[in-house]
């Protein structure tokens, strides 16, 4: 079993940059893919920016692509994403989700139904 807990959230003006985290515990934590997902209010739950289990491959939404990165340090079993430019639609719960993959290619995956473990979420409010 893999515990997720997202931190970082917060409430700032559009312009204003944020990082979140994902602090899991799991072993072999580079045997997961982690992906980051939010729900804005009366939204369904969408993917954002995914991150390959060793950080070799990332992938974005159009919607944050430019200004959200993805990164993640295996020794310390954290994943984050920096939030950049942050705009009033990008208010939401953050949600950070994983999978295993032991494959030793990187996998990469946006689609919910392929996460395994998730968080309990991280409110980012950004006003205008």
């Known amino acids: 079993q893999v515990q997720l807990v997202e931190s970082g959230g917060g409430l700032l003006r559009s312009g204003g940059s944020l990082r979140l985290s994902c602090a899991a515990s799991a072993d072999s934590f580079e045997d997961y893919v982690v992906g980051w997902f939010r729900q804005a209010p009366g939204k369904e739950r969408e993917g954002v920016s995914c991150i390959s289990q060793r950080g070799e491959n990332t992938d974005y939404s159009d919607a944050v692509k430019g200004r959200f990165t993805v990164f993640r340090d295996n020794p310390k079993n954290m994943v984050y994403l920096q939030m950049d430019n942050l705009k009033p639609e990008d208010t939401a719960v953050y949600y950070c989700?994983?999978?295993?993959?032991?494959?030793?290619?990187?996998?990469?995956?946006?689609?919910?139904?392929?996460?395994?473990?998730w968080g309990q979420g991280t409110q980012v409010t950004v006003s205008s």
């Open positions: 989700a994983s999978y295993v993959d032991a494959a030793p290619s990187p996998s990469l995956s946006m689609l919910e139904d392929e996460y395994e473990y």
